[in-house]
């Protein structure tokens, strides 16, 4: 593992990384899918009224996601220019 990635894992402290949280979003987008579809065919509107929370729920999952994903995009972003960033040799007397 290179420098960069070691950074980023270090200052992620263990939480996904960006690329997971947006596997993640994927996946909670095709629960939502299934849901609407379950909702659509429900049959009485007390299980229509089911689905359509359940697809709430998983609204706000995938929501909540998106903002760890922004935050995370612009942290691994700002690791890799801080790593990556020329470094000026500074002598002996500071100059």
Do not use: C
């Not at 996946?27 to 229509?48: G, H, N, S, Y």
Request: no cysteine; net charge negative; proline share 3%.
């Amino acid at each position: 593992m290179d420098d960069t990635q070691e950074a980023i894992d270090h200052i992620l402290e263990g939480n996904p990384r960006a690329s997971e949280l947006a596997v993640m979003i994927a996946a909670l987008k095709v629960r939502r899918d299934t849901f609407q579809r379950e909702r659509d065919a429900a049959a009485t509107p007390i299980a229509r009224k089911e689905w359509a929370q359940r697809m709430r729920e998983v609204d706000k999952q995938i929501e909540v996601l998106r903002q760890e994903l922004a935050i995370t995009e612009f942290v691994e972003k700002s690791v890799r220019v801080t790593v990556n960033r020329p470094r000026l040799d500074i002598d002996e007397e500071g100059y």
